[in-house]
């Protein structure tokens, strides 16, 4: 069955950066796009970043643009978040998704993992 | 970007009620529109592609209409798993942005 599970998150002074990883199995991960979504506390849904199945293309929400990378290693079935210049509003649980198709409709989630920019 | 707006943000129902919800694009997004449930604590699930299209094994009382700018979500008779959170999301192009989300209450 498709898993995703995410890592790397913690506590992290504003200005540092920080590393996510979403290790997939249950499926051929070199044949999906994949997509980061957070959720700060008590807020809606955020649409963070994609990268398509070979990661030739990656998409970025501007309010991270610069600071946030999204890339794969499909040899390890893991998708990263590379978070850099970290801010308070960056603060929320962190999802990968697997798209439905082709398109940025999710039809697998991880179980999240939570960031918290604080000093 | 494309900016989605979801009604009511609130809502309050009983078991057995039908329940609608609406959800409106700044422009034109076709049918490219989905929605999801989220509960405490857990990720979303999604509900309904495409607009009008049922997930696998999603319960035949989820309906989706609607396409262009304005889209609606129905639940024809609310069941107590039902009590949560619900979003919409256009995936017509990046960023694929979501509704500020619907919490379904126990009236």
């Known amino acids: 069955q498709v898993q995703l599970v995410e890592s790397g998150g913690g506590v992290v002074q504003p200005g540092r950066s920080l590393r996510l990883s979403c290790a997939a199995s249950g499926f051929t991960f070199s044949d999906f796009g994949m997509h980061w979504v957070r959720q700060a506390p008590g807020k809606g849904l955020e649409w963070v970043a994609g990268i398509w199945f070979d990661g030739s293309n990656k998409y970025y929400v501007d309010s991270v643009k610069g600071r946030f990378t999204i890339s794969r290693d499909n040899s390890k079935n893991t998708l990263y978040l590379q978070m850099s210049t970290l801010r308070a509003d960056d603060t929320g649980v962190y999802y990968c998704a697997r798209p439905y198709g082709g398109n940025a409709v999710f039809d697998y989630w991880g179980q999240g993992t939570l960031v918290t920019v604080s000093s | 970007d494309i900016q989605m707006t979801q009604s009511p943000s609130t809502l309050s129902a009983s078991v057995g009620d039908r329940v609608t919800i609406t959800c409106r694009a700044s422009?034109?997004?076709?049918?490219?529109l989905a929605w999801y449930q989220q509960k405490p604590g857990k990720a979303p699930k999604l509900l309904i592609y495409k607009a009008s299209s049922l997930e696998s094994g999603v319960p035949s009382r989820f309906s989706g209409s609607g396409s262009g700018t304005e889209f609606t979500l129905t639940i024809s008779s609310l069941q107590p798993d039902d009590f949560a959170a619900y979003y919409c999301q256009h995936y017509n192009s990046y960023p694929a942005t979501f509704g500020q989300g619907t919490k379904v209450e126990i009236k």
């Open positions: 422009q034109s997004i076709s049918s490219w």
